[in-house]
């Protein structure tokens, strides 16, 4: 099976730009949990989608958003983007809740806020 | 905090001895999972390990959990350099709660 994708790669935004990530998920994967990999915080959960509905919520202004379609591919928006929100963004799926299962993660996006 | 802690936040050793790291929680788990990071990529799970099991294995991997001291171990055996990376250890409390990582530990092995 292929693994986790996410597109794009790398990502330079100016402030209060936005931006979109988009994370497919491994086949037959129905959850698909966003995160905010920093050196200071660490990893900080955004959220999780199940069968498109939105699971969980992790502390984080309503400036992140993100969705789930059909196909079980997810998308994350951070709009009027700050410094901070530079970071990796991973995201991960797997086949039951995140909590109950094994997580597969992707590469990462790496955004820079300049 | 439901956060579960590391120990050590890094350590260094040479190639050929064992790597052991520990993870601490608060409260009531489902599950523990260990996950390991190369710099700046993706997580690669390790292993799972659920609140009734005491003890796990995975080719050079030993997990260990102890529900009472509300805390885990991963021992790395005859470690490599190729096992230079982060460590997470991520808890799940309840089965409808995002799963809650640690700030790792970073392991170097020297060649």
């Known amino acids: 099976k292929a693994g986790v994708t996410q597109t794009p790669r790398y990502l330079i935004k100016t402030r209060g730009q936005q931006v979109t990530l988009s994370c497919s998920p491994i086949s037959g994967h129905r959850s698909v949990s966003w995160y905010q990999q920093t050196p200071g915080q660490g990893l900080q959960f955004l959220f999780e989608?199940?069968?498109?509905?939105?699971?969980n919520k992790g502390n984080f202004p309503g400036r992140f958003s993100g969705r789930q379609f059909s196909n079980s591919r997810s998308e994350m928006n951070v709009s009027t983007l700050e410094l901070g929100d530079s970071a990796l963004y991973l995201c991960?799926?797997?086949?039951?809740?995140?909590?109950?299962?094994?997580?597969?993660f992707g590469p990462g996006t790496r955004l820079t806020v300049l | 905090s439901q956060q579960g802690e590391e120990d050590p936040q890094a350590l260094s050793i040479q190639e050929g001895e064992n790597a052991t790291m520990n993870c601490s929680y608060k409260t009531s788990i489902n599950n523990l999972q260990w996950y390991r990071q190369n710099s700046g990529r993706g997580l690669v799970h390790l292993i799972l390990?659920?609140?009734?099991?005491r003890e796990k294995h995975s080719g050079r991997l030993r997990v260990t959990l102890d529900t009472s001291k509300k805390s885990s171990s991963l021992l790395i055996t005859a470690s490599r350099a190729a096992d230079t990376a982060s460590y997470f250890c991520a808890t799940a409390h309840s089965g409808n709660t995002p799963l809650v990582f640690g700030k790792g530990t970073r392991l170097s092995v020297i060649a």
């Open positions: 390990i659920r609140s009734n099991e």
């Open positions: 991960a799926s797997s086949g039951d809740l995140a909590s109950a299962d094994t997580q597969y």
């Open positions: 989608y199940f069968s498109e509905t939105q699971r």
